[in-house]
Antibody, heavy 119, light 110 residues
Framework: QVQLQESGPGLVKPSETLSLTCAVS?????????WGWIRQPPGKGLEWIGS???????YYNPSLKSRVTISVDTSKNQFSLKLSSVTAADTAVYYC????????????WGQGTMVTVSS | QSVLTQPPSVSEAPRQRVTISCSGS????????VNWYQQLPGKAPKLLIY???LLPSGVSDRFSGSKSGTSASLAISGLQSEDEADYYC???????????FGTGTKVTVL
């Protein structure tokens, strides 16, 4: 069965870059689907960050676009998120998920990883 | 604030039916598919409904989705204690050029 697992530092300092990786098992990223990142600040709702296709085509949330980079490594069957110049407002649980197409539903989610921005 | 508006909370007794509304506009619900997610406490969201009214494999048929114009609804029939969760609608927004989630609704089983 398809599984996604996020990994990365749980604590990032303000103004630095947040970096997370999502390892995919049970399915080859190169076979299709889009792959995305969603976050959820403590006690708040969900926010889409962006999505990527195995070819490298990306779609970003316009409100975060200037700070976000999503990349894919098909050889390792994983994709990554970089969010630069972080502030306390970027503190959240970050989820990776599989997406039907760039504008469609996320059908399989990782368990999420908490990232705190603090000095 | 999200462009998809949901009631903050709904509650109902066991075995009853609840409906959660999701209000949007012509740039999102009116022109694109609506999806619904269930988030149990402390867990990752789970896809409940896609393409307005389709159920993914394994999702109970007590859940159903519908859409009319710029609004969508999620209905839960035969309410059970295990249905206590947060529910989010979502859709692509052509104006914002992004995938947007609703404000979320907390369902409480009395």
């Amino acid at each position: 069965q398809v599984q996604l697992q996020e990994s990365g530092p749980g604590l990032v300092k303000p103004s630095e870059t947040l970096s997370l990786t999502c390892a995919v098992s049970g399915y080859s990223i190169s076979s299709g689907y889009y792959w995305g990142w969603i976050r959820q600040p403590p006690g708040k709702g969900l926010e889409w960050i962006g999505s990527i296709y195995h070819s490298g085509s990306t779609y970003y949330n316009p409100s975060l676009k200037s700070r976000v980079t999503i990349s894919v490594d098909t050889s390792k069957n994983q994709f990554s998120l970089k969010l630069s110049s972080v502030t306390a407002a970027d503190t959240a649980v970050y989820y990776c998920a599989r997406q039907f197409t760039w504008s469609d539903a996320f059908d399989i989610w990782g368990q999420g990883t908490m990232v705190t921005v603090s000095s | 604030q999200s462009v998809l508006t949901q009631p903050p909370s709904v509650s109902e007794a066991p075995r009853q039916r609840v409906t959660i509304s999701c209000s949007g506009s012509s740039s999102n619900i009116g022109n694109n598919a609506v999806n619904w997610y269930q988030q149990l406490p402390g867990k990752a969201p789970k896809l409940l409904i896609y393409y307005d009214d389709l159920l993914p494999s394994g999702v109970s048929d007590r859940f159903s989705g519908s859409k009319s114009g710029t609004s969508a609804s999620l209905a839960i029939s035969g309410l059970q204690s295990e249905d206590e969760a947060d529910y989010y609608c979502a859709a692509w927004d052509d104006s914002l050029n992004g995938y947007v989630f609703g404000t979320g609704t907390k369902v409480t089983v009395l």
